[in-house]
């Protein structure tokens, strides 16, 4: 597998020629009239996605789950005839002449926002280091610095935190290094999968109402929809600095300030702000234990507290 991911790599840099560019693969779609694809697309697909689907039974056993149980939300082992992968491989070569604030079919650029992926987890191979996580404190560290075609970088993306309840978080990462060639295969449910947390339930864990069951076709566009929104505005060019208004994002609108969480029964107070109505029940619940409590009298509007 070693072998064939190192192939693959090589194959990207002499296919593009020095040249930054990408080109998607996805496993059953045929080639059109005059397509050209790198060498080793089909056996480098088939060996990372053996990988991300081993990682994903790993982290079902983390969670004391069945190793099998989000096999029901993937395709086909092997694919039936005509029927193309709901996952990808996306193979790229950037490099440092790559211009300021462009972007590379979701390779994220150096001065881009951070990215995360909408699928289950995502697999990373490279031929140098250059990928940046983000920690749960929001401290930055490099995170392939043995980047080589025996690693594999493996991110979480929006997919996988639904189904398990928010118990797997999503990974934020960045790029770095423009001057790598680079593998990047994206484990996603199919279009007809139902994305819900019954497994999670089932083995006893805690859940929020807002993981409701959600078709994947459903779940992929929305999550889209949302980081084209977001990144649309980011890169947006203001007419002048003095008339340029920051808007808030999409994410941060829909977003109880408390929690961090989509808004659910949000409720309006006499100063505006917004909040979802199960966090504010369960801090009444916390300040009015054996005692009778006033919402009103006992918000205050400086700094949105409590």
């Not at 693969?25 to 397509?35: C, I, K, M, Q, S």
């Not at 079902?60 to 029901?72: I, S």
């Not at 951070?114 to 987890?121: A, L, M, S």
């Amino acid at each position: 597998d070693a072998a064939v991911v190192r192939c693959a790599l090589e194959s990207a840099r002499a296919f593009f020629r020095g040249r930054h560019a990408a080109y998607l693969y996805r496993a059953g779609r045929n080639l059109e009239d005059g397509e050209l694809s790198p060498a080793c697309m089909a056996d480098a697909f088939r060996c990372l996605g053996k990988a991300a689907r081993a990682a994903l039974c790993a982290i079902a056993r983390h969670l004391r789950l069945r190793t099998d149980v989000f096999n029901q939300l993937l395709d086909d082992t092997p694919l039936p005839v005509n029927e193309v992968s709901s996952s990808e491989l996306l193979v790229a070569y950037t490099h440092e002449q790559l211009q300021s604030g462009q972007t590379l079919m979701g390779c994220p650029s150096r001065s881009s926002m951070p990215q995360v992926d909408r699928g289950f987890v995502t697999l990373v191979a490279s031929d140098y280091p250059g990928i940046e996580v983000c920690d749960p404190n929001g401290h930055w560290y490099l995170a392939d610095g043995v980047s080589g075609p025996n690693n594999l970088l493996l991110l979480t993306g929006r997919a996988l935190s639904h189904v398990t309840a928010g118990l797997c978080p999503i990974s934020q990462y960045r790029v770095t290094n423009e001057n790598r060639a680079s593998l990047t295969f994206r484990l996603v449910p199919h279009a007809n999968a139902i994305l819900d947390c019954s497994p999670i339930l089932a083995a006893g864990h805690c859940i929020r109402r807002v993981y409701q069951p959600i078709p994947a076709s459903q779940f992929m566009d929305d999550s889209y929809a949302e980081e084209h929104a977001v990144s649309s505005h980011l890169e947006e060019p203001s007419e002048s600095q003095g008339n340029f208004v920051s808007d808030p994002s999409l994410r941060s609108v829909l977003s109880d300030p408390l929690s961090g969480a989509f808004l659910e029964d949000a409720m309006v107070l006499q100063c505006g702000h917004s909040f979802g109505g199960v966090m504010l029940k369960k801090v009444i619940e916390m300040v009015c234990f054996k005692k009778s409590f006033s919402l009103s009298d006992s918000y205050q509007c400086s700094g949105c507290r409590f």
